[in-house]
């Protein structure tokens, strides 16, 4: 028996995700934060996906790439991610930009955040890296993929969506043969090519790519020496390796982890405020598509020692009730009605006040008689009293930031505004 071949790979693995993008399209949400570093699902951040799926997988080294506005991602990972333990030979490294090759260079694209820190890398001496996005939602088991990639003899392998093939103009597209062997790299094409076997659909990148550790460096290597490459994987790197070498596409179906109550194969990509809101919101369905109930492939993140949410009032017009809610710790529903609403950390929702289909980022206060409805609120905003938002479309876009849904985003600055 070959021993080696019945070990896990992700023994022998790092994960490095890259975090270091702002996520313009969430707009405010992200004035003070990277993308990744954006509240979800009631306790956790964005990040905490890509490092859990890691984790889960059996991966015991990790490197998190920041840069922009990284401040409240750093906090985040030193307290929610600090158990990894050297004598353990498990690393967790925070790597922001930090003028390491030159003076002047920050991150100038994600190759170049990895690049810039391949003494770090070789260091720790992974046999295989494993490069992720910060910014989705999903739960996947890595070890599948890395097996894939070691059975198939691939200079990398690309963890690709199935999409249906007329939505995959937004994407980066893989083009496979038979044996989804990639063939060529299409960057957002107007006509995406379809897979073989399915040629409605089409394989998009997830920005997930598995190397030997050996050969990501040799190509970034010479990758940095090409004054033309704009340092990116999806740009330069991969093109090359398809015309140069073995790219093989993993399909995201073989390796989704699912509980009992998940249908589909689940992964989001929260970039804009519609996107956001919907994802958090699904989350109160009876059933809904991503099970953050799973206790065999919990999502970790940083556990704040709060009290327990409480619900004070009971009479006719002032009742602090919530119907398919989810109230984090240390919320105060007082005397309050929450419909299909999720609500962070530390909220303090007031008398007579009404919220439905909202999205309450941490220690928020909300005073008495507002109605809001269909809103994300950003940390620590006041509401004020008697504020109505979600019933004139047209004040609120005066007021507010409203998506094309009709979301209305509410920022403390905005709030601040109409007190003026």
């Known amino acids: 028996m070959d021993l080696k071949r019945t070990q896990p790979l992700a023994r022998d693995a790092m994960a490095y995700v890259l975090a270091g993008g702002r996520g313009s399209r969430l707009k405010e949400l992200t004035d003070f934060r990277a993308k990744p570093a954006v509240y979800f699902g009631g306790k956790t951040r964005i990040i905490d ?3 859990s799926n890691a984790l889960n997988s059996g991966i015991r080294r990790m490197g998190v790439a920041t840069q922009y506005k990284a401040h409240s991602l750093i906090r985040h990972l030193q307290r929610g991610w600090n158990f990894l333990r050297p004598e353990r030979n498990e690393s967790f490294d925070i790597l922001p930009a930090s003028q390491r090759v030159s003076e002047t260079q920050w991150y100038e694209g994600t190759a170049d955040a990895v690049y810039q820190n391949t003494d770090i890398i070789e260091s720790y001496g992974p046999e295989y890296m494993v490069i992720l996005a910060g910014d989705h939602i999903y739960k996947m088991d890595y070890e599948m993929m890395l097996r894939q990639h070691v059975d198939q003899g691939a200079d990398v392998t690309v963890g690709c969506l199935e999409v249906p093939r ?6 980066g597209v893989m083009h496979v043969d038979g044996k989804d062997r990639i063939i060529s790299f299409v960057e957002k ?3 995406p090519p379809g897979i ?3 040629p409605d659909y089409a394989l998009a990148s997830m920005g997930i790519y598995v190397f030997r550790t050996k050969f990501l460096m040799d190509q970034l290597r010479r990758d940095a020496k090409d004054p033309d490459s704009s340092r990116d994987f999806g740009k330069d790197l991969i093109p090359y390796i398809v015309k140069n070498g073995k790219a093989v596409a993993h399909r995201f179906a073989k390796s989704c982890v699912r509980s009992s109550f998940e249908r589909e194969a689940y992964w ?5 405020v519609d996107a956001y809101w919907e994802a958090n919101i699904d989350l109160t369905d009876v059933t ?5 109930y799973d206790r065999d492939w919990p999502i970790w993140t940083y556990a704040e020692i709060k009290p327990p949410a409480k619900f004070v009032h009971d009479e006719d017009g ?3 009730s919530a119907v398919s809610s989810l109230v984090s710790g240390d919320c105060i529903v007082s005397g309050a009605a929450l419909k299909r609403s999720l609500i962070f950390t530390g909220a303090r929702i007031n008398s007579f006040s009404s919220l439905e289909e ?3 980022l941490p220690d928020c206060f909300i005073g008495r008689n507002a109605r809001l409805k269909r809103v994300v609120i950003d940390r620590g905003v006041r509401i004020p009293e008697g504020l109505v938002v979600g019933e004139d479309p047209i004040l609120d876009a005066k007021r507010f930031r409203v998506s094309e849904k009709g979301i209305c985003l509410i920022t403390q600055p905005m709030i601040d505004r109409i007190e003026a």
């Not at 809904?288 to 953050?292: A, Q, S």
């Open 49 to 51: 996906f890509a490092l």
């Open 196 to 198: 073989p076997d399915k």
């Open 166 to 171: 007329m939505e995959a103009t937004g994407f």
């Open 358 to 360: 909202a999205v309450v």
């Open 189 to 191: 094409p107007a006509d």
């Open 268 to 272: 989001r990509d929260v970039g804009t």
């Open 318 to 320: 002032r009742r602090g």
């Open 288 to 292: 809904p598509e991503l099970d953050l």
